[in-house]
């Protein structure tokens, strides 16, 4: 093992930015020697990161012979691992660069087998693709698909194995029209994750005097009305099926700009004319992961219903009542129409905890007994940051 007794765990105080850091006596350090112990370090991490791999397949072994990689896919047991990254984090790196590092190395160990397939709201570049890189790592394979319902689709007919779709926005609320595709589809939830949106406005040109219309994804848009209102009042504003689609059109003309994360400009050879503009620094999206089947408990996890009741009093106290008794938070409940029957409601419901646990399965054992329906969507881990 490499003797980490003499490294400056100071960070930056007291040395030159970035380069050769002067030690705590004053000396700067042998750039040769420094970079000889990172060799060394190099060494033992890739002898490590293989030694795991091993380890990995013989999990695989362990799990019996399963047909695909859906099958030893464990969002659970990466939630554990994850956790246990950012509990032992004493920095210098920070908990989200130490969780994308591990994350990747779980992607690889599980792509051995064969690459999960994961649907999400293409076209490439969008933040439903950052969202599935995110969350399945780059070893995953990536299916770029035109809307959600077709995310629902593939995963439904197995065609995907999971699938990547928006939920929510920080500053604009509730993706409706994803919610309602539970109403219909017999989908499970069986992941979170939640992504810093920064969005750009990009152009063939680079030129903001150019620019006389805005392709974007219509949350997009709304999530930088102040800075359009301010610096492109004029400019007609063209909501698109998402924002990489946005950058796709803007490529085609020098009037036209898009509003999309840096990525999809990358993607379509846009230039940036400014950013990020997004009204709001802490903007952030909630992404769901959809997948076929249910997965156990990983000691910190979330759980979605899908509630419809009966068209008599009392019918939501009676339902929010078990889960205050049984001590069970509720981080959200909307309602929506349901599909087929005039005036009657259904809930989305999130709360703490997992369903085959208590306290919440005692507490949906009770509900059951006078909601019309009671569906869990799914429980799941809660996102590791
Ligand atoms: O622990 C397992 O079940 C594994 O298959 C190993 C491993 C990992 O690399 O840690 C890989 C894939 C799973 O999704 C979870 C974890």
Same mark, same amino acid.
């Given at each position: 093992m490499v003797d980490t007794r003499d490294i400056d765990r100071e960070g930056d105080q007291g040395g030159e930015a970035g380069g050769s850091r002067t030690d705590a006596a004053g000396a700067k350090p042998d750039l040769a020697a420094v970079r000889a112990q990172i060799d060394g370090i190099d060494r033992e991490i890739q002898a490590l990161i293989a030694e795991r791999a091993l380890f990995a397949r013989q999990v695989g072994r362990a799990k019996g012979r399963l047909a695909a990689a859906i099958d030893y896919y464990r969002p659970e047991r990466e939630a554990q691992v994850l956790r246990r990254v950012v509990d032992r984090n004493q920095g210098p790196l920070s908990d989200a660069v130490l969780v994308r590092l591990f994350r990747e190395i779980m992607s690889a160990c599980l792509a051995q087998q064969e690459p999960l397939k994961v649907g999400y709201l293409g076209p490439e570049g969008t933040f439903s693709q950052q969202a599935m890189q995110k969350h399945f790592g780059h070893s995953a394979h990536g299916l770029p698909l035109a809307s959600v319902e077709e995310v629902f689709e593939e995963v439904a007919s197995g065609a995907a194995d999971f699938g990547v779709v928006p939920v929510e926005n920080s500053s604009q609320g509730t993706i409706q029209s994803t919610l309602d595709m539970f109403l219909t589809s017999p989908l499970m939830i069986c992941g979170e994750v939640e992504l810093r949106v920064h969005q750009y406005l990009m152009s063939r040109t680079g030129r903001i005097e150019d620019i006389e219309r805005i392709y974007s994804h219509g949350l997009s848009l709304a999530q930088c009305k102040h800075w359009l209102r301010q610096h492109l009042p004029l400019a007609e504003r063209l909501p698109v099926a998402s924002n990489a689609e946005g950058a796709r059109r803007a490529r085609n003309a020098d009037d036209a700009a898009a509003i999309a994360g840096e990525t999809a400009g990358q993607v379509y050879g846009l230039k940036v004319v400014?950013?990020?503009?997004?009204?709001? #620094?802490? #903007?952030t999206t909630r992404f769901l992961v959809l997948g076929r089947a249910a997965f156990p408990p990983s000691g910190h996890d979330r759980t979605s219903l899908l509630v419809s009741i009966r068209d008599q009093p009392g019918a939501l106290y009676r339902i929010l009542e078990p889960l205050a008794r049984h001590g069970i938070s509720m981080d959200r409940i909307e309602s929506r129409p349901a599909h087929g029957a005039l005036w009657q409601y259904a809930f989305f419901i999130e709360v703490g905890g997992h369903a085959d646990e208590s306290p919440l399965k005692d507490a949906l054992a009770e509900i059951d007994a006078f909601a019309g329906e009671v569906r869990v969507l799914g429980s799941y881990p809660v996102a590791v940051p």
């Open positions: 400014a950013g990020p503009i997004e009204d709001r #620094n802490d #903007n």
